[in-house]
């Protein structure tokens, strides 16, 4: 294909035509008291100072700069940043309501327009949420049936982990298995054996479009969806998630031939009883429908197995990093649990291992610039004027590290959650699953499963670095996605007993 004419200069043409309506509708406003920032040139706004695989660093940079509250044009797309926990909290606390819609994402819009959870608005959203909420307590979440599907995953992921004699190994996929079939097993009403060949498949899925969604590729896609069809990682997203709404499609059908309304097994089970409901009322315009279903499915599959997964991940590798910290939690196991099975009533009297566990979460930040948020009304923030609709980041790193509210924000420190008595105490800027509205829905499923997967592997194993690798060597950089997983590496699970 010839790029030289006319085919550039009509791009430009549609760039600039973008950028400017994407401008006009910002800025359309009389108030002359909008958020500050740096300012953007034609048609890439500020990309040209914005590390595109880790924005967030270059947000927490602006921040110093220009303040808490401040503006940033990511292309077309124009965006208020929100830093440190006083801020965060007015917004997604205090003025909840202000601050809780999600805006139009292109890369998502293209398969599920408003539906499920993670993204949608309005009604659709407090249906969905609504139901998706009571239904998971319906099955378990928070009780003790679901403690005992962890308990049992505890059990074969560290039969697991001894298949590798001490070797080393990656822990990728094999902690995604275990924790992605606490969720499974909610929604479709079965677990998966780790080597099923369809469930690693499904992780496979799963685990890349988190990965892709956080890329640039993508990031470039939902500023230029014109231009998507130069870009490979949008179009690799779109088939992966087309092909994992093909697998809940499949489920759902074999659930519909089998259900039973008076013997409910799944999650799935009672969404196809609400969808029968609303269809026996005649309802046209009903929110029970297919593409919800697979949506919303497909939102709590990712939801809840990436964030735990990952955040256990970060964990062993941080007890490989701090070796003496390692050796304490194992201790207190060993005091308060001995060799039983640990359960969620021994939390209360392990207050060390909680503050580590909560510490994992506070300094891996897996989630820096949080699930971006929107304006539902036109809001005063902090004294500036901030349109209805204007995309909205709110910069969890810059709260889970804020100088303000944290002794040694930048260093591992358990003892940021213990008094001086050794006791465990909370901290208002602990924010790992968001805040207010849009706090995640599966935060009480997630502290369950951190803490009985955490505390059972550092009771049987103790984790070191691979022969030839030594503690400095271990990197602590966070990997690119929109969650953030530590770089790729080995361990070794040396038994204890």
């Given amino acids: 294909m010839d790029w030289t004419e006319p085919i550039p200069a009509l791009f430009l043409f549609i760039l600039m035509v973008s950028f400017v309506l994407k401008l006009g509708i910002f800025w359309n406003k009389t108030s002359q008291n909008l ?7 034609p048609l890439i706004g500020n990309l040209h100072i914005m590390d595109l695989k880790r924005p967030y660093r270059t947000m927490l940079k602006l921040s110093k700069q220009y303040g808490p509250v401040f503006s940033i044009q990511m292309g077309p797309q124009k965006s208020v940043v929100l830093a440190g926990y006083e801020t965060v909290k007015e917004a997604l606390v205090n003025q909840a309501d202000a601050f809780a819609d999600r805006p139009i994402i292109p890369i998502v819009q293209d ?33 003790r049936t679901i403690e005992d599907r962890i308990v049992e995953e505890c059990s074969v992921l560290i039969k697991k982990f001894e298949s590798y004699e001490g070797n080393p190994f990656e822990t990728t996929t094999i902690m995604n298995a275990p924790v992605a079939n606490i969720i ?4 479709l009403g079965k677990r998966f054996d780790y080597e099923d060949p369809i469930y690693i498949r499904l992780l496979k899925l799963v685990n890349e479009n988190t990965r892709l969604f956080g890329s640039s590729s993508v990031m470039l896609y939902n500023m230029f969806p014109t231009l998507g069809f130069l870009l490979g990682a949008p179009k690799n997203f779109t088939q992966n998630r087309a092909e994992l709404f093909a697998f809940i499609n499949v489920t759902f059908l074999k659930h519909l031939r089998d259900l039973d309304e008076n013997d409910q097994r799944s999650f799935i089970d009672s969404f196809l009883i609400q969808q029968q409901e609303e269809e026996k009322k005649n309802k046209t315009n009903g929110y029970f429908h297919n593409e919800n279903l697979k949506t ?37 196991i060993a005091k308060v ?21 909560h510490e994992i979460q506070r300094f891996a930040s897996i989630n820096p610039t949080n699930v971006p948020h929107a304006t539902a009304t036109d809001v005063t923030l902090n004294g500036y004027f901030i349109p209805k609709g204007t995309y909205i980041i709110t910069l969890l790193s810059s709260v889970l590290h804020d100088e303000s509210q944290w002794e040694k924000p930048h260093k591992f420190y358990p003892e940021h959650f213990l008094n001086s008595e050794g006791k465990f105490v909370k901290r208002d800027a602990f924010m790992p699953f968001s805040a207010g509205r849009r706090v995640c829905l599966g935060e009480t499923l997630a502290k369950m499963q951190l803490f009985l997967f955490f505390t059972s592997l550092l009771q049987r194993f103790t984790f070191q670095p691979p022969p030839g690798t030594s503690q400095e060597d271990l990197d602590l950089t966070p990997a690119v996605g929109v969650i953030t997983p530590p770089m790729p590496h080995q361990l070794c699970a040396l038994p204890r007993f």
């Fill in 184 to 187: 499974v097993s909610i929604l």
């Fill in 35 to 41: 958020p500050p920032g740096p300012r953007p040139l």
């Fill in 296 to 332: 919303v499915v497909a939102n709590l599959i990712a939801a809840g197995m990436e964030a735990t997964s990952t955040t256990l991940r970060w964990g062993l590798l941080l007890m490989m990093k701090h070796p003496e910290i390692q050796i304490k939690v194992q201790e207190e």
């Fill in 337 to 357: 649990v001995g060799s039983s099975q640990p359960r969620i009533e021994h939390r209360t009297k392990m207050p060390y291992t909680d503050a580590v566990v």
């Fill in 111 to 143: 398969l599920a327009p408003g539906f499920g959870i993670v993204l949608s608005n309005g009604e659709n959203w407090k249906v969905m949420r609504r139901f998706a909420l009571s239904t998971l307590r319906d099955y378990g979440m928070g009780k």
